[in-house]
């Protein structure tokens, strides 16, 4: 696609409750990115995927959170047993191989709110 | 580990010039990226120095120095739709991370 796709862009939730949150990359783009921001701050990292392979999964916050990708391509970000402390809006970006310059690109976020 | 610092706000002018700074620590340093943030939307790129010195895009440009671990954005003829945040981020290996961020009010 032009650009990267997040999706869902908002997602309200009830605690204790899955949530699934996907990134759409742009084509080509091996390397890719989740972040979290809670509002009024920056960005967290959270997990790095090279190709279909994550390489660092430091910045996982809990056993709750893991990440998967497949076919070089989509990938999903799981949240297990919602809590309040997870309301942020995770970003996606992606790049080439390596993320040099220009080629970083973010997507719209997916806003979650868990009540 | 690694650690970014940037002032958490600055206010300036409409037409003044405004200098952000961040200075950073970390290990496999390779690049410094600025990055702009309007409240509610995704970061759009602004600049990304390697080298030390001065780069310079428009009303925009970045510094670096490396054996400092320092670099600023320097906003020039500040308009309000400067208004925003504006991320440091470093370059580590295959890892970007973020700073917290310097959020910009324009004053009229």
């Known amino acids: 696609g032009a650009g990267v796709s997040q999706s869902p862009s908002n997602k309200v939730t009830e605690k204790g409750k899955d949530v699934e949150l996907r990134c759409d990359p742009i084509?080509?783009?091996?390397?890719l990115y989740w972040y979290r921001q809670r509002l009024g701050q920056g960005l967290e990292f959270l997990i790095y995927?090279?190709?279909?392979?994550?390489?660092?999964k430091s910045g996982l916050p809990s056993d709750r959170f893991s990440a998967e990708r497949t076919g070089e391509s989509v990938s999903t970000l799981t949240i297990q047993r919602t809590q309040q402390e997870d309301s942020a809006v995770y970003l996606c970006?992606?790049?080439?191989?390596?993320?040099?310059?220009?080629?970083?690109?973010f997507g719209e976020g997916s806003w979650l709110t868990v009540v | 580990g690694q650690n970014i610092d940037q002032p958490t706000e600055m206010t300036a002018t409409e037409g003044a010039i405004v200098q952000i700074n961040c200075t950073y620590q970390?290990?496999?340093?390779?690049?410094l990226f600025w990055y702009q943030q309007h409240a509610g939307e995704a970061p759009t790129f602004l600049s990304y120095?390697?080298?030390?010195g001065l780069e310079e895009k428009g009303r925009f440009s970045s510094f670096l120095s490396r054996s400092k671990g320092y670099s600023y954005l320097l906003l020039k003829e500040l308009q309000m739709k400067d208004s925003a945040s504006y991320l440091c981020?470093?370059?580590?290996?295959?890892?970007?991370?973020f700073g917290k961020g310097t959020r910009l009010h324009i004053l009229p």
């Open positions: 995927f090279q190709g279909n392979s994550a390489p660092d």
């Open positions: 981020a470093v370059s580590r290996d295959d890892k970007i991370i």
């Open positions: 970390t290990s496999g340093f390779n690049g």
């Open positions: 084509s080509g783009h091996t390397a």
């Open positions: 970006a992606s790049s080439g191989y390596r993320p040099t310059g220009e080629t970083i690109y």
């Open positions: 120095n390697v080298l030390d």
